[in-house]
């Protein structure tokens, strides 16, 4: 290589790499060699170690600490331009700075999988495009009756008039697309709309009929719009017309009051200033439902973006919004790094769910990062929940966020009738009470559909000895072995354990071996005995476990096809069954008893947000908890008045007892297969942290874990609280440094996770 003249010195390049060291790695790029501008926000492949790495260029300079000669030089550009902006560079180094994690892992998460193995940065792939035709738009139902999946596709594309259809929207309808387009085309419904449109760098989509307007820019809806009613107006004035400006509002909704509604009132004024939406859903299975209404409303190209896509269809989605072609992005908190050529409002859908908060890795909350990041781009964040977090309304509380409030049923539905159902020495039949069934063989007489809640998968959690006491446990966790009945076996809901079903006690070998406790498949059992003639449609992570099961399975239920519900956690929120009439929780109490100081108000929220599935329509609902703790002072606190009253009272009980939102915590975890291991190497962070001398910080422990046994691995825990959340954050920068000049044995795994909303 020439030597380079000195008035041409070489770039530094500043990158970050996904790798456990939190720091910036720097190499060299000849200006000779470049043969394009290179900056912030793009990718290079450069060497690592003894192999290569894809790194995100983070900083420019012409300086270095490291001996120029001993820089490595770069392989390649993989961008002509940056794929992340400016303001998405500040948000990663807040975040990486905030939760104390490495910015090359955290910068590593904002991409999706196929951009991180240094795939395209653009949409190459040649699409063809396709519009419903005159013919098309006038078909009937009745015309396609003997194909129903034309039938829907055609709908999708009668939905989306006037706007055309990529490919990739088709793949994200159905990825067996091909074969009923090809159905609809051959009966000249459907009509391919351009030859052949190549998507390139920074260019919006234009259907081929367009009249100069962009396909995402001023698009009508193309639904009639429901009135609001005054609160639900007041809530999309409020947010509307402070558009272009930082704020957090606070939508506070009982269930079915029309949260939704006021989502897209104000989506539509974003999307008709040119600008582009993100919402958040906490989980995949909210997503359907969210997504029909959104397209039946919006004409506007909208992408969706979670674990449940392949990657190809995350790496468009995620493209798709950078370059400004699609309007709206719906996904779950992995969505939140989306770039956003146009951003205009950000959305998170129930909002107090614990599922925005990331357990693994780097430990962000979606919903504080997602905050922040609309305090960066200057564009309004609105939080939207039936039970918000006591951080939520802490914050509202200290006028940091607008707090709105929508406290009637949304048309003509009223709010359901809550009752709790004693069972103190009455029988029950795997956990039916006799007044539960009566409850329900009523309501399925006028053929009117019951949900009953239990948050417990598989037959039963303990699987037990009549004769000696013996119970199954995992040999690899603190925990019982969990009875799967309909696969005859034992497993672990913890580190994933299973064996076969035991017939026989191995510790007595004569006593009777008998289920103890409750679950879903045990309470399915029960009711298919009572209600032999009664579809049942039971909903879990083991039923909804195949792509497109629980779709099929929502929709059994909303076309009437379904007499009783019977599931877990992901009944509790975002349907709407308009049949449901009568909700029942089965098991109330075991969420009533908990080491969790947080246990209380999930339980709240749970009941409120279960309860909220009753009457949704016109049919007045009821709702039974079944209940041996009756005069239980917090289930009647929020049966008699309300989630608010009863988060007034929660507050208080923190407040007093110096426990978030009052005060700011940071959990060290370690583990290793050596008990002392762990304990050791947390009692000397608890010592380094104690020479701060710093009376504002608490440090508690090291102590074991709840669970001290996990996949054999011995856990345990040191926490840090503090009443000034800058003084903790000082205080765990200058921990990590002194933890990094501890000599940690490599046989020990730590963690840091800030903000916790989980002591496991």
Known sequence: MAKLPQSEPPFILKVAIAVPLNRLFDYVAHVDTIQTKIEPGSRVEVPFGNGKKIGYVVEICHESDISFDKLKPIERILDEHPLLSSDDLKLIHWASDYYHHPIGEVLSTAFPAALRKGQSGDLQHSQLFYEVTESGLIAQPVDLKRTPKQLQLLTYFQQNHPAVLTETDLADWDKNWRKTLKGLMEKALVKQAVELVKIAEQRTIKPSHSTGKEKNINNPCRVKVPQPNPEQQTAIDCVSKNLGKFAVYLLEGITGSGKTEVYMQIIQSVLDCGQQVLVLVPEINLTPQLEARF?????????????????????????????GISSILLGTRSALFTPLKNPGLIILDEEHDSSFKQQEGFRFSARDVAIMRGKLLNIPVLLGSATPSLESLHNANQQRYRHLYLTERAGNAAEPNISLLDIRNKKLNNGLSDVLIDEIRKVLSRKEQVLLFLNRRGFAPTLICHGCGW????????????????????????????????????????????????????????????FPDKVLVRLDRDTTQRKGSLERYLSQINEGQADIILGTQMLAKGHHFSDVTLVAIVDVDSG??????????????????????????EK?????????????????????????????????????????????????????????????????????AKTYQNNSIQILGPVPAPM???ANLHRYQLLLQATNRNILQQCLTRLLNDIENLKVPQKIRWSLDVDPLDLF
């Open 592 to 617: 009533l008893f908990s080491i969790d100081y947080r246990a209380t108000e999930r339980l709240a929220q749970l009941v409120v947000q279960v309860s909220g599935r009753a009457g949704r329509a």
């Open 708 to 710: 001290e046994k996990r």
């Open 295 to 323: 397209r039946q409303r919006f004409s506007v190209a909208m992408a969706l973006f979670h674990s449940n896509l392949t990657d190809k269809q995350r790496h468009d989605a995620w493209l798709r919004m950078q370059k």
């Open 620 to 688: 007045k609902g009821n709702v039974i908890l079944q209940t041996r703790h009756p005069n239980n002072p917090m289930l009647n606190k929020l049966i008699r008045e309300g989630y608010g009253q009863y988060a007034k009272v929660a507050l208080e009980e923190r407040k007093q007892a110096s426990l978030p939102p009052f005060t700011y915590q940071a959990l060290l975890r370690a583990h290793a297969n050596d008990r002392e291991l762990p304990f050791v190497f947390l009692k000397t962070v608890a010592a380094i």
């Open 471 to 530: 119970v199954a446990r995992c040999k690899h966790c603190d925990a019982n072995l969990v009875i799967h009945n309909h696969e005859k076996r034992l497993r672990c809901h913890h580190c994933g354990r299973e064996q076969h079903l035991l017939v026989s006690c191995p510790a007595c070998k004569t006593g009777e071996l008998m289920p103890l406790g409750l679950g879903t498949e045990r309470v399915e059992a029960a009711l298919q005995s009572i």
